[in-house]
């Protein structure tokens, strides 16, 4: 596969080249390395997205963890089926995004490898339930604290910061409670971790 070189170069670096044959003082470089990071931000803020599409799906399913055994009925774990559909549209709107020439920055790559690992870490937890008593609403929350907490300080985006230490607050709150509660408890933590700064993030790219 033949790569082109532009796709992982900054726009304003490129601009920059065009621009200016002169070597470049530190005042210019600093300021160079400020508009890569500001194209960075604004291309991740585009991913309000995601953020939106899995605290809903995320909380519906807590929620159903909660709500389903109240009401007698058995199995509510069949609730995560929703993830499936969700997959199916991240993986889509992933691949559609690929196509596209807008240029993908070192910044983002880092981000994108960091929710990867992410994804890795919680398939891998799941086969092995049992050796943690299946306290999995309080590793996952500690978990998705660290993507999160890094998209926040990437983006220099304090709700999407504090979202990610209310995740830490949250697996800890769930280690305490009956595991019925600590659904209630994901739900509300994922509620206030994703999909507040999602609708923040998305009012800040509509403004743009």
């Not at 601009?15 to 604004?42: F, V």
């Not at 790559?109 to 891998?124: C, E, N, Q, R, S």
């Not at 943690?132 to 609403?137: A, E, G, K, L, M």
Request: net charge positive.
């Amino acid at each position: 596969m033949v790569y082109n070189v532009n796709q992982f170069i900054p726009l304003s670096y490129i601009r920059y080249m065009k621009n200016s044959t002169n070597e470049m003082t530190a005042e210019q470089s600093l300021g160079i390395i400020t508009s890569m990071i500001q194209e960075a931000k604004g291309n991740i803020r585009q991913n309000s997205f995601y953020f939106l599409l899995w605290g809903w799906v995320v909380v519906l399913a807590h929620a159903g963890m909660y709500l389903l055994p109240l009401l007698d009925i058995g199995k509510p774990y069949y609730v995560w089926f929703v993830t499936i559909p969700a997959w199916l549209i991240t993986f889509l709107r992933i691949y559609r995004e690929g196509r596209t020439d807008v240029p993908v920055t070192h910044l983002e790559k880092v981000m994108g490898i960091a929710w990867i690992t992410f994804g890795v870490t919680m398939a891998l937890l799941i086969p092995f339930g049992a050796k943690f008593n299946f306290q999995f609403n309080a590793l996952i929350l500690l978990f998705t604290a660290v993507p999160t907490l890094l998209s926040g300080f990437a983006m220099r985006f304090k709700p999407l910061i504090i979202g990610g230490i209310l995740f830490w607050a949250g697996g800890v709150i769930c280690f305490l409670v009956s595991a019925h509660e600590s659904s209630l408890v994901a739900a509300c933590t994922v509620a206030a971790g994703y999909l507040v700064p999602g609708y923040l993030l998305r009012s800040q790219q509509d403004n743009v």
